[in-house]
């Protein structure tokens, strides 16, 4: 047997396991365990039916083959050697899908995201380029798919946003959106100079996987609450309530804002989930701090001051510095056309974790 069969054989077993452990009640009565189970059934249900598949072409290829050396009659002879040929043609190709699917998943790909943008070096040409990316990133929600939610904002002295935070929800928005985290460089002459010099501004954005409290839990024990006014957009409502919500969570100092919402206990929600998200990264980026010293990563999602993309408006181009790719649209890929730089991201991260991989 081959070593990619005993793999899929390997899983076929744990997926059959898996299928009659979530219909036992007293594991159905336990819902942390099942909802896990449950998770892991239909990520090993592609696999496995790939699997079915692989195992009949090999059988059929065998059944061909000795077809061919007992069978003497000319036709019938023929027959099976194209069988043959037409099942070899197919089998690299299978082989090749199911490397990709046996690359192991990151466990976060499939959660609901924070986004993160600040503005960084470039002062109010930073916070600009906040809000120009906000409208790209939301843009491609749209087509994607996916839905959002304005969870804070910090308003820009002259225009855009100092700070803006959201959450979004939609199949695999954590695995789609990951390689955003980083320092985003734009070099473009600034609305607010006169002279028409190109400048360099940078801004960072950060990208958490949304934690649940089956994830992490956050002890409320160790967490300040205040609440304070509003400010910024919103009418008159937001300045007669105290309906903001800022929370410090004491241990590690960490500080979220939650103004955007009208009703108090809304804010006080979204601000929980972030702190809890942003806790729960701390945890992944020393995990993935450690593995990266053992494997140097080439699409990092961990290291937030490394400088991955430059948005250049005077050669109408935009490169990614992780993969080296240029891509010549930029007005179509700051109005939210960026699938074909994700994909390069995510093709370009599974053929090194393909190489990674030992026995395959």
């Known amino acids: 047997m081959n070593d990619l069969l005993q793999k899929l054989e390997a899983i076929h077993y744990r997926f059959v396991e898996v299928g009659k452990m979530i219909v036992d009640p007293d594991i159905i009565a336990d ?20 699997y079915l598949n692989y195992k009949n072409l090999l059988g059929n290829l065998q059944s061909s083959k000795e077809l061919l050396e007992i069978e003497t009659d000319p036709e019938m002879r023929e027959m099976a050697k194209d069988e043959i040929d037409a099942l070899e043609a197919q089998k690299p190709q299978m082989e090749e899908d199911i490397k990709f699917l046996l690359i192991p998943k990151d466990p976060e790909d499939d959660k609901d995201a924070i986004m993160e943008l600040r503005a960084g070096t470039g002062g109010d040409e930073a916070c600009i380029f906040v809000e120009d990316c906000l409208r790209m990133y939301t843009m491609y929600f749209k087509e994607a798919g996916f839905s959002y939610e304005i969870i804070n904002t910090s308003e820009g002295t002259v225009k855009g946003f100092k700070e803006v935070s959201l959450s979004i929800t939609g199949a695999g928005v954590y695995g789609t959106l990951k390689f955003e985290s980083g320092v985003h460089r ?16 940078a ?30 957009a919103g009418g008159q409502h937001v300045n007669k309530t105290e309906s903001a919500i800022r929370l410090t969570h004491i241990p590690t100092g960490m500080v979220v804002e939650c103004q955007d919402g009208r009703s108090q206990h809304k804010n006080l929600e979204k601000a929980i989930s972030v702190l809890r998200s942003r806790l729960y990264q701390m945890e992944l980026d020393k995990i993935q ?31 990614d510095h992780r993969i080296n790719k240029t891509i010549y649209n930029l007005s179509s890929f700051m109005n939210g056309d960026i699938q074909e730089m994700i994909d390069a991201l995510k093709l370009a991260e ?4 393909l190489k990674g991989q030992e026995g395959i």
């Not at 593995?291 to 005077?314: C, F, H, M, W």
């Open 31 to 50: 819902m942390d365990r099942y909802v896990k189970l449950n998770k892991e059934y239909k990520d090993l249900e592609e696999i496995d039916a790939v």
């Open 203 to 232: 801004i960072t954005v950060a990208i958490l996987p949304e934690a649940e409290e089956v994830d992490f839990e956050l002890n409320m024990n160790d967490v300040r609450k205040d609440t304070f006014r509003s400010s910024g």
């Open 289 to 319: 701090t450690e593995r990266a010293e053992q494997r140097k990563t080439l699409v990092s999602t961990g290291d937030r001051s490394a400088k991955i993309r430059t948005y250049n408006y005077p050669q109408g181009r935009i490169t």
């Open 350 to 353: 599974n053929a090194e974790k």
């Open 186 to 201: 734009v070099q473009r002459v600034p609305e607010t100079e006169s002279q028409g010099r190109v400048h360099t501004s």
